[in-house]
């Protein structure tokens, strides 16, 4: 809506709709780093004690706005006023780094392949199958079968490739917070994965 972003009152109203909690994260954007809206979000989320972040193209000294500020150095905009060039563009791709780190963390990724798919269509069913046949090393046919009968849960399909029953794989994933690699140690029976050379615990990433 026009004229919204003026409106620094309503960024409280719109977070209470979103049933905002301490616990969650409130990330700003503004390339100007002054938008009202924006700075009105940022101090209902901080007023409550919950960690926020700006990210702006526009430095500035005085009072922090965030618990992090993130200054994308564009520079001046090709066309004066148009923060759809640069500053937007360079904002996407931070958005991006920061929801793919995110889901990194939440055990989304395992590896650098994504397992948390929502097998909704053709081409995502046939991804999945093509996770669990490589994951799970098993052939097309057994992932196939596996993904049925575990409602089309990638991560639960290729704990039972690995041997888990049904209710065991749940379990398992529930136990490690979604962590796959932890998961599949625990059905393989390794507390850590070991080199053969130095004999020292591998770190295990999702």
Do not use: Y
């Not at 409106?7 to 780093?33: M, N, P, T, W, Y």
């Not at 650098?112 to 046939?126: H, Q, Y």
């Not at 290729?158 to 049904?166: E, H, M, T, Y």
């Amino acid at each position: 809506v026009e004229g919204a972003e003026d409106d620094s009152g309503a960024a409280g109203r719109a977070l209470r709709k979103q049933r905002f909690a301490r616990k969650d994260l409130v990330i700003g954007i503004s390339a100007s780093r002054t938008t009202p809206f924006v700075a009105g979000a940022l101090a209902f989320a901080r007023e409550r004690g919950a960690a926020t972040v700006l990210v702006t193209c526009n430095r500035a000294s005085g009072p922090r706005a965030a618990d992090l500020v993130i200054e994308l150095e564009t520079g001046p905009e090709p066309i004066a006023g148009s923060t759809r060039m640069r500053a937007g563009t360079a904002t996407k791709i931070c958005l991006n780094t920061i929801t793919t780190a995110a889901m990194v963390r939440l055990n989304r990724s395992h590896g650098n392949r994504m397992v948390c798919v929502r097998s909704n269509s053709a081409k995502l069913r046939e991804r999945a199958t093509h996770l669990v046949t490589e994951i799970g090393a098993v052939s097309t046919a057994r992932a196939r079968n596996l993904l049925a009968a575990s409602n089309w849960d990638v991560r639960t399909a290729i704990l039972r490739a690995k041997g888990a029953s049904f209710s065991s794989a749940l379990h398992l994933l529930a136990e490690h917070d979604g962590n796959l690699r932890k998961a599949i140690e625990s059905v393989m029976g390794h507390g850590v994965m070991k080199s053969r050379k130095t004999k020292n615990p591998i770190p295990s990433a999702g």
